[in-house]
Antibody
Framework: EVQLVESGGGLVKPGGSLRLSCAAS????????MNWVRQAPGKGLEWVSS????????YYADSVKGRFTISRDNAKNSLYLQMNSLRAEDTAVYYC?????????????WGQGTLVTVSS | SYVLTQPPSVSVAPGQTARITCGGN??????VHWYQQKPGQAPVLVVY???DRPSGIPERFSGSNSGNTATLTISRVEAGDEADYYC?????????????FGGGTKLTVL
C-alpha cells in the first residue's frame, strides 16, 4: 500500500525557517518524481515544487523560488522541503504527492498534509 | 504563466448530471487531470489524461478535453459526490515549467 506521511509543520515567525519531510513507503521511491502542493486555509490547491526521481530536474513556483528548496534522499525514502524567509502568505497545509511513471505529470497518491502557520 | 479557470460553484440534484468546466488557452493540447477534495481530507485523483479513471473511481466520473475547455462529467450524482473539484495541467510551454491548478469548483448536491 502506497503511503506518504508528512511531518515538520508548525508555528513559525515571519522570516523564519522550517523543514518539511515526507516519508514514503509501499513503492520504489527512487523511481518516482515527487511534488509538494499547498493549500492556504479556505483556498484552492497551489503547486509548489517538483523533483525528478534522481533529482536531475527541479522546478519551483514563482511564489517560492529563491526561498524554498526541494530535495530527496532515495536511500531513506524521503522527500524534503526546506522553507526559508517564510511569510504570512506561506501559511497552508503542505501535501507531498507522487507523480506516476509514464510521462504525464499528475499526482496519483497524496499524503494527509502538514500545517505550516507563519505568524508573529 | 498558464491560467486555468473554473466556475466557483455548480449545483445539481441527486440523480442528475453535473458538468464542471476548466478553461485554458488551447487546453485541448494538454493533458488535464481532475481531483476531488472533501472537507478536511487530501485530494483524490478522479480523472487523469483527460478521460482515464484510476482504479476504484466509479464509471460515473468521466472527462473530456477539446479546444479551450476541459470538462469533468459526473453522471447520476450522489450526495457523496459533494466536494471541491480541481483541474490540473503541467505547463511545459514556457522556459519555466510547472504545475498549474484551477481555482476549484464546489459541487453542491441539492
Amino acid at each position: 500500500e502506497v503511503q506518504l506521511v508528512e511531518s515538520g509543520g508548525g508555528l513559525v515567525k515571519p522570516g523564519g525557517s522550517l523543514r518539511l519531510s515526507c516519508a514514503a513507503s509501499g513503492f520504489t521511491f527512487s523511481s518516482y518524481s515527487m511534488n509538494w502542493v499547498r493549500q492556504a486555509p479556505g483556498k484552492g490547491l497551489e503547486w509548489v515544487s517538483s523533483i525528478s526521481s534522481s533529482s536531475s530536474y527541479i522546478y519551483y513556483a514563482d511564489s517560492v523560488k529563491g526561498r524554498f528548496t526541494i530535495s530527496r534522499d532515495n536511500a531513506k525514502n524521503s522527500l524534503y522541503l526546506q522553507m526559508n524567509s517564510l511569510r504570512a502568505e506561506d501559511t497552508a497545509v503542505y501535501y507531498c504527492a507522487r507523480v506516476p511513471r509514464g510521462g504525464s505529470y499528475y499526482n496519483d497518491y497524496w499524503g494527509q498534509g502538514t500545517l505550516v502557520t507563519v505568524s508573529s | 504563466s498558464y491560467v486555468l479557470t473554473q466556475p466557483p460553484s455548480v449545483s445539481v440534484a441527486p440523480g442528475q448530471t453535473a458538468r464542471i468546466t476548466c478553461g485554458g488557452n488551447n487546453i485541448g493540447s494538454k493533458s488535464v487531470h481532475w481531483y476531488q477534495q472533501k472537507p478536511g481530507q487530501a485530494p483524490v485523483l478522479v480523472v487523469y489524461d483527460d478521460s482515464d479513471r484510476p482504479s476504484g473511481i466509479p464509471e460515473r466520473f468521466s472527462g473530456s478535453n477539446s479546444g479551450n475547455t476541459a470538462t469533468l462529467t459526473i453522471s447520476r450524482v450522489e450526495a457523496g459526490d459533494e466536494a471541491d473539484y480541481y483541474c490540473q495541467v503541467w505547463d511545459s510551454s514556457s522556459d519555466h515549467p510547472g504545475g498549474v491548478f484551477g481555482g476549484g469548483t464546489k459541487l453542491t448536491v441539492l
